[in-house]
Nanobody
Framework: QVQVVESGGGLVQPGGSLRLSCAAS????????ASWYRQAPGKERALVAT????????NYADSVKGRFTISRDNARNTVYLQMNSLKPEDTAVYFC?????WGQGTQVTVSS
């Protein structure tokens, strides 16, 4: 059974950090491009960051460049999103996508 499960969301103050994790099981994970998306209330889901199957190539939305880092550990079937210098506008549900498989999302709220 294919499973993609995100974790690590929560409430953080502006300027703070969070690390999201996305664990995969039930399929050959290592060859898939992995991506993080986010969806804020009333807005469409938007791409945040992407990483190649080997981890050698990454891409970021302009709004998070220099603050977020995507990485992966293929031995652990896990993708990460390190988020630093968080802003209130980063508040959203964050989703992981591995190949064609989506997780259920994890809420990130940035507020004082």
């Amino acid at each position: 059974q294919v499973q993609v499960v995100e974790s690590g969301g929560g409430l953080v103050q502006p300027g703070g950090s969070l690390r999201l994790s996305c664990a995969a099981s039930g399929f050959a994970y290592s060859g898939y491009i992995a991506s993080w998306y986010r969806q804020a209330p009333g807005k469409e889901r938007a791409l945040v960051a992407t990483i190649s199957g080997s981890g050698g190539t990454t891409n970021y939305a302009d709004s998070v460049k220099g603050r977020f880092t995507i990485s992966r550990d293929n031995a652990r079937n896990t993708v990460y999103l390190q988020m630093n210098s968080l802003k209130p506008e980063d508040t959203a549900v964050y989703f992981c996508k591995l190949g064609a498989y989506w997780g259920q999302g994890t809420q990130v709220t940035v507020s004082s």
